[in-house]
Nanobody, 129 residues
């Protein structure tokens, strides 16, 4: 069993930055594909970013490329999401997720929330308009 705990959310002005953290326990993140999703009020959960368990590949929602960066620190068993130039549209609850698949993955797979086996409780990010 894998437990995921997100932190780092909060209130930030438009144009500001935040770094979210996702601490994993129960299994090292180097064995897991890790992803970030978000859900705004009244909207469906959407893919934000993901990182292959090898750390060699990262994946981003097209609309967020260039502003968000996913990274991983295996020594701390933690995954990060650096968010820059934040906008009001980025306001959402951000969820960390883990996938234990050992098979081949592609963009379609890694961006689908149904691919993930474990989820954190989420952390709120608010960017006032």
């Amino acid at each position: 069993q894998v437990q995921l705990v997100e932190s780092g959310g909060g209130l930030v002005q438009a144009g500001g930055s935040l770094r979210l953290s996702c601490a994993a326990s129960g299994r090292t993140v180097s064995f897991l594909h890790m992803g970030w999703f978000r859900q705004a009020p009244g909207k469906e959960r959407e893919f934000v970013a993901a990182i292959h368990r090898s750390g060699g590949s990262t994946f981003y929602a097209d609309s967020l490329k260039g502003r968000f960066t996913i990274s991983r620190d295996n020594a701390k068993n933690t995954v990060f999401l650096q968010m820059n130039s934040l906008k009001a549209d980025d306001t959402a609850v951000y969820f960390c997720a883990a996938d234990r698949s050992l098979g081949y993955i592609d963009y379609q797979y890694i961006t689908d929330s149904r691919s993930y086996d474990y989820w954190g409780q989420g952390t709120q990010v608010t960017v006032p308009s």
